[in-house]
């Protein structure tokens, strides 16, 4: 299987995690986008520990997709430095699969 990817990404409100899925998904660079609510990050930034509530946006996405997708994050989200991050997946249902990379690329 190919290295296909769930990224996950934090925002702070419901409306900046549509506007991103909604974004990712219309643009092929994601076939899906969760947006998964109450999460509580706690945090170090700027020499602070912090917790803020938070909104999780579990995206599915094709091989190579990384970087593509990590642009567009960036450019809409609210933060100044907004969690990206990936992981492979390394198993998966053939027919889902196929949908992922059908519907991002």
């Given at each position: 299987m190919e290295?296909?990817?769930v990224m996950m990404c934090l925002v702070p409100?419901?409306?900046?995690g549509e506007n991103i899925a909604?974004?990712?998904v219309q643009e092929r660079l994601a076939a899906c986008v969760n947006l998964v609510?109450?999460?509580?990050s706690t945090f170090r930034w700027e020499g602070e520990v912090k917790q803020e509530d938070e909104l999780l946006?579990?995206?599915?996405?094709?091989a190579?997709?990384?970087e593509a997708?990590?642009?567009a994050i960036t450019m809409t989200h609210p933060y100044d430095t907004p969690e990206v991050i990936a992981l492979p997946i390394v198993e998966g249902d053939p027919k889902y699969v196929a949908w992922l990379i059908e519907n991002s690329q």
């Open positions: 290295n296909h990817l409100d419901r409306g900046s909604r974004a990712l609510p109450g999460v509580v946006m579990i995206i599915k996405t094709a190579g997709r990384f997708v990590r642009a």
